[in-house]
């Protein structure tokens, strides 16, 4: 009788782990070297609401190289976009910001590095 119960509480509670937007992979990639991109895209695990989601990107002295004004892909709702200025050679921070469609907050970082 208890492996009945503890399968529901197990299940219910891997059901719920998956009830949020994580990241599932970006372009550029997590820690990658490329040639200048002009735009970071992150793709989610769910779909995200875009008036509450964000993606910001930074140099290493910290200042935004972002254009501002991410979006939600319009073909895609788990997917974010934001254009970033010219960007020389270096290390860059992406910070991202997302509310699911079912209302659950995540958040995270990555850095990727353009090459000379």
Known sequence: MRTPVLA????????????????DHSSPAVGATVRAPQEISIWFTEAVEPAFSRIEVSDSAGTRVDEGGTHVDAADHALLHVAVKPLPAGTYKVTWRVVSVDTH?????????VAP
């Open 8 to 23: 529901l509480i197990v299940s219910a509670i891997a059901g719920a782990a998956w009830a949020h937007a994580f990241l």
């Open 105 to 113: 907050h995540t958040q995270g970082d990555f850095t990727f590095t």
